[in-house]
């Protein structure tokens, strides 16, 4: 069972390079999303997509983007590095299960990215 | 002992000793909450979650705890062992709907002493 997996696990790019980050989950759930993480700070979310070719903002958007062409991927592109986009970046995946408690989301390894 | 988010962010206690992490969340129409224990270099783990019309939910070893009325979350770790030691943060799911949009809390350093 591989879960949910993030490549590269470690990045170091220049400013203003094009930078994309790459999820893949095993189970086939419908909602993903993308989270960065910084020194001190909770998650953030970026980016979700609810289902393959539906995707939505998050709080901290811009400079990002994503695709979702198949339902097990959701790679998040940095179309133009900076900076402050250095961080640690977590990707999730959550299927609607239907319990009356809330759905679990599962948290990929992450990706610490460094921009120089 | 206890932590309240921002305020306390590292909570150190002894092992065998039983922990409270606490948590003040944003909005009174959120309807349901979880706690995730990250450890260092590992993305965030779900330990246990509540909907806001129950005002307790225990698991193995933990117990959440929600007070809708001052907003307040806290996560009670019984009998802490050394591999609790870890960050663990609150989130909450804002309605309309569940659809795992999350908002997380700062987070809170548990270190367990043996």
């Known amino acids: 069972d591989a879960g949910i997996t993030q490549s590269p696990r470690y990045k170091i790019t220049e400013t203003g390079r094009q930078v994309t980050l790459m999820c893949h989950q095993t189970?086939?759930?419908?909602?993903m999303f993308w989270y960065r993480q910084d020194l001190g700070h909770g998650l953030r979310l970026i980016y979700y997509?609810?289902?393959?070719?539906?995707?939505d903002k998050g709080e901290v958007s811009d400079g990002y983007v994503v695709s979702r062409s198949k339902t097990e991927n959701f790679p998040l592109t940095l179309e133009s590095a900076t900076r402050s986009q250095t961080s640690v970046y977590f990707c999730?995946?959550?299927?609607?299960?239907?319990?009356?408690?809330?759905?679990?989301?599962?948290f990929g390894p992450g990706t610490r990215l460094t921009v120089l | 002992g206890e932590s309240v988010g921002l305020h306390l962010p590292t909570l150190s206690v002894q092992e065998g000793d039983n922990s409270i992490i606490n948590c003040a969340y944003s909005?009174?129409?959120?309807?349901?909450f979880i706690w995730y224990k990250q450890e260092s270099g590992k993305g965030p783990q779900f330990i246990i979650d509540?909907?806001?019309?129950?005002d307790k939910r225990q698991g193995q070893r933990v117990t959440v705890l929600l007070n809708k009325t001052v907003k307040h979350l806290s996560l009670q770790i019984a009998a802490t062992q050394p591999g609790d030691s870890a960050v663990y943060f609150c989130?909450?799911?804002?309605?309309?709907?569940?659809?795992?949009?999350?908002?997380f809390g700062q987070g809170t350093t548990l270190q367990v002493k043996p």
């Open positions: 509540i909907r806001s019309n129950m």
């Open positions: 989130a909450e799911n804002i309605p309309p709907g569940n659809t795992g949009k999350l908002i």
């Open positions: 997509s609810a289902a393959a070719d539906i995707t």
């Open positions: 189970w086939s759930h419908s909602y």
């Open positions: 999730a995946s959550v299927a609607p299960s239907g319990r009356e408690m809330g759905d679990t989301q599962y």
């Open positions: 909005n009174s129409a959120s309807d349901y």
